[in-house]
């Protein structure tokens, strides 16, 4: 890392993006809790994602046909693609769709900035909305059904306090950690 300060972002940006994945993530949600978590073969996707499967639906199918029945759920393609726009984010936070979208189209109507933020916390929040997203993705794989709506339901917590009050929980634990210095920066935080 450079010993100069970071680029400064308009703290609006990663709320307009906060607020896109709220909604992504809410329908991950109530997908997860209706989508193939049940058993198929009962003719009820119930209400709630875990109902014991009956004798012999998918126990002793092959594993590949599991795992490819769990891939094709609605809920976990969507909670996939999600974690596919984090991944985004960390990795090239510049060119990631809700950024582009924010700069490009909102901003240029909205009054200037004033406020602004250092780029680094919100990076590292989408870090950590990756990795929660991840371990959901793939629980829900090894056979966890509630791993997939608990997965998405925390992030959309985390997502919606940042869009709608503006309390980003992944920034505050990139702070926390900062002071602890297990996070090392190059200016002070």
Request: hydrophobic share 55%; glycine share 10%.
């Amino acid at each position: 890392m450079s010993d100069r300060s970071p680029a400064r972002i308009d703290v609006r940006g990663p709320r307009f993006a906060a607020s896109i994945t709220t909604v992504l993530l809410l329908i991950a949600v109530l997908l997860g809790l209706t989508g193939r978590g049940v058993d198929p073969s009962a003719g009820t996707y119930g209400w709630f994602a875990y109902q014991p499967l009956a004798e012999g639906t998918l126990t002793s199918a092959p594993l590949g046909a599991v795992l490819a029945y769990r891939a094709a759920d609605p809920g976990f393609i969507l909670l996939a693609v999600i974690a596919a726009l984090f991944l985004w984010g960390v990795v090239s936070p510049r060119t990631a769709p809700w950024g582009v979208l924010y700069r490009k189209l909102v901003q240029p109507r909205l009054r200037p900035a004033t406020e602004f933020e250092d780029p680094r916390p919100p990076r590292f929040a989408q870090g950590v909305g990756l990795f929660v997203t991840v371990i959901g993705l793939v629980l829900y794989l090894a056979g966890v059904a509630w791993a997939l709506p608990i997965a998405a339901a925390a992030a959309f917590v985390a997502a919606f306090l940042n869009a709608v009050f503006g309390l980003c929980l992944g920034c505050q634990l990139y702070l926390l950690l900062a002071r602890a210095g297990i996070i090392r920066t190059a200016s002070p935080v």
